[in-house]
């Protein structure tokens, strides 16, 4: 068998970048996979869903529930950027922005916790970043959410642990996805500040979203009953390495 035959996830921002690299990871080991998505696309297990939206997370919740019978994994990836120091983001996108990245993360474990109380491999798995643990320039609201991604993380896995339900975290580093690209078209002088990104990171590249993919599939594995209330970096080093100059 494979590890998540029977098993049933939900992956949220499931239709692009990491999200996208994680849904088809979880199918590939054998689960029933639903994305949840602004933007779902056409797929017969893409539900569209705001996470903003407390009525509409409710109501895609029970819809999963209603279709495939159970929810065994969440893994809560949607998320917006926010670029700027302290002074770039008024009052108006410091809420939008938490509201999406932090308690959006809230609301789709809320609507799932009475199924993954009954789910004999409950795991939820968090996709914060390397700013959550490393001062990274012009990110103060974006770590500011991150940062609380990853602290809700173990919060919540110490109020379920007895409960059999795991919480943890991946902490990626500047992954080559939709969103980066985005920014690098806007830049400058686009070649060169991916250069500096990509410079940025000790193994000297974007981090490839099948690898962070491959690390939530190992958190949500039910072969990790022993892991919970931590986070992995798939960072290519950022986190704990500090390299001499080349």
Known sequence: M??????????TGGASGIGAAVARRLADGGATVAVFDLKPGGADRHFAVDVSDDVSVVSAVAAVVETFGRIDIVVNNAGVGAQGDLTANDDS?????????????????RAALPHLRVSPSAAVVN????????????????????GAVL???????????????RF????????????????LATA???AAERAALEA??????????EEI?????YLASPRSGSTTGTSIAVDGGMQELRLRPA
Do not use: C
């Not at 996108?93 to 474990?109: L, S």
């Not at 943890?168 to 980066?180: E, L, Q, R, S």
């Not at 000297?204 to 979203?209: C, E, K, S």
């Open 93 to 109: 996108e410091w809420h939008r922005v938490w509201d999406i990245n932090v308690v959006g993360m809230a609301r789709v474990t």
């Open 151 to 165: 602290s809700m993380t173990r919060a919540m896995a110490a109020d379920h642990v007895r409960e059999g339900i």
């Open 127 to 146: 996709v914060a970043s390397i700013v959550a643990t490393a001062g990274v320039p012009q990110r103060v609201l974006y770590s500011a959410t991150k």
């Open 168 to 183: 943890n975290a991946v902490n990626p580093g500047t992954a080559d996805t939709p969103w980066i690209n985005a920014l």
């Open 2 to 11: 494979a590890e998540f035959d029977s098993l049933v996830a939900i992956v």
């Open 200 to 209: 940025r990171q000790p193994h000297g590249r974007l981090v490839a979203p």
């Open 188 to 190: 400058e002088h686009p």
């Open 213 to 217: 993919a491959d690390a939530v599939a």
